[in-house]
């Protein structure tokens, strides 16, 4: 079975341009989160989305937003990029909402943004 | 969710075992223990998730003493391959309360 999947692996965006990325959570999988991952640090939750409902977001800004798709796929928009978002996105899906009784959120591979 | 704490770094040999222990005095009652290994530029990838005792899969093995205020990841055998950043977190692992600490940087020499 294929794994959690994300497009596009890198890009590059100039300062103040908008930017979306994608992601195909593993089959049967209902949750989706997407995590900001600066190069040194570990990953900063964003936001979570179970059954297409927005469950839990983080500390970023409105800049940020995303939405989850009947298929569960999902999307992560970032508009008015900043030098500072410059980052690994990754994504993750799981198969419940929620964190406890063992449920594991699997990542996939992220999608490498570069902000010039 | 639980504060866990790891050493920043740690150094092994090809072929040893590797124990990492991660310290969570905090742990609630329905807490899991989940860890993760990342290598650079990659998505963390899930190792093994236990709540009590012992749990063993093909990749490590996972002890957790009775009063569960710590745990330690077991990697068998170590390669060159093993070298990457491992993660402990416990509890909730999603949502406002999902916090990577700074995770273990294991390096296998030759």
């Known amino acids: 079975d294929a794994g959690v999947t994300q497009s596009p692996t890198h890009l590059i965006k100039t300062r103040g341009q908008h930017v979306t990325l994608r992601c195909s959570p593993i089959s049967g999988h209902k949750s989706v989160s997407w995590y900001q991952q600066v190069l040194g640090q570990g990953p900063q939750f964003i936001f979570q989305y179970y059954e297409k409902e927005e469950r839990g977001r983080g500390n970023f800004p409105d800049r940020f937003s995303a939405r989850q798709f009947p298929n569960y796929s999902s999307e992560l928009n970032v508009n008015a990029l900043l030098l500072g978002d410059s980052a690994l996105y990754l994504c993750?899906?799981?198969?419940?909402?929620?964190?406890?009784?063992?449920?594991?959120?699997?990542f996939g591979e992220g999608s490498w943004l570069t902000v010039v | 969710l639980a504060k866990t704490t790891q050493p920043i770094s740690m150094d092994s040999y090809e072929g040893q075992e590797v124990n990492i222990t991660c310290s969570h005095n905090n742990i609630a009652t329905n807490d899991y223990i989940t860890w993760y290994q990342q290598f650079p530029s990659q998505g963390p990838r899930f190792i093994i998730q236990?709540?009590?005792t012992k749990v063993t899969n093909e990749v490590a093995s996972l002890f957790i003493p009775a009063d569960r205020k710590s745990s330690t990841l077991s990697l068998p055998r170590v390669s060159l391959s093993d070298t990457a950043v491992y993660y402990c977190?416990?509890?909730?692992?999603?949502?406002?309360?999902?916090?990577f600490g700074p995770g273990t940087r294991l390096s296998v020499l030759p």
């Open positions: 236990g709540y009590k």
């Open positions: 977190l416990v509890g909730e692992i999603y949502g406002q309360n999902f916090v």
């Open positions: 993750a899906s799981s198969l419940k909402g929620d964190g406890f009784s063992g449920n594991t959120i699997y």
